[in-house]
């Protein structure tokens, strides 16, 4: 089984910075695809930023040029550098990933539980 499991979230004052992770576990063969989206109570879920191939990043605006995805292949590991934190960060951030679990399966998309990020002004 695949598990992703996220870790790094809390409290923190306006303009400040946090490191979220999210390590990736289980029956892994080869992950295509990592990325972090969040969810504000009574908000849809939205994208943060993805990280494919290890090459290609997307951010979405409200976060481009505060926030950094990167990803250690060796840890199936992917972080979310966080700076300048603003109140209308706060949400519950999510890590996903694409992971082909052994050579003959078919890719799916796996979900960690969650870790909260509050941000105060």
């Known amino acids: 089984q695949v598990q992703l499991v996220e870790s790094g979230g809390g409290l923190v004052q306006a303009g400040g910075s946090l490191r979220l992770s999210c390590a990736a576990s289980g029956s892994i063969f080869s992950i295509n695809a990592m990325g972090w989206y969040r969810q504000a109570p009574g908000k849809q879920r939205e994208l943060v930023a993805t990280?494919?191939?290890?090459?290609?990043?997307n951010y979405a605006d409200s976060v481009k040029g505060r926030f950094t995805i990167s990803r250690d292949n060796a840890k199936n590991t992917v972080y979310l550098q966080m700076n300048s934190l603003k109140p209308e960060d706060t949400s519950v951030y999510y890590c996903?990933?694409?992971?082909?679990?052994?050579?003959?399966?078919?890719?799916?998309?796996?979900w960690g539980q969650g870790t909260q990020v509050t941000v105060s002004s």
């Open positions: 990280l494919t191939s290890g090459v290609s990043t």
């Open positions: 996903a990933a694409e992971i082909r679990a052994t050579a003959w399966s078919k890719r799916l998309n796996y």
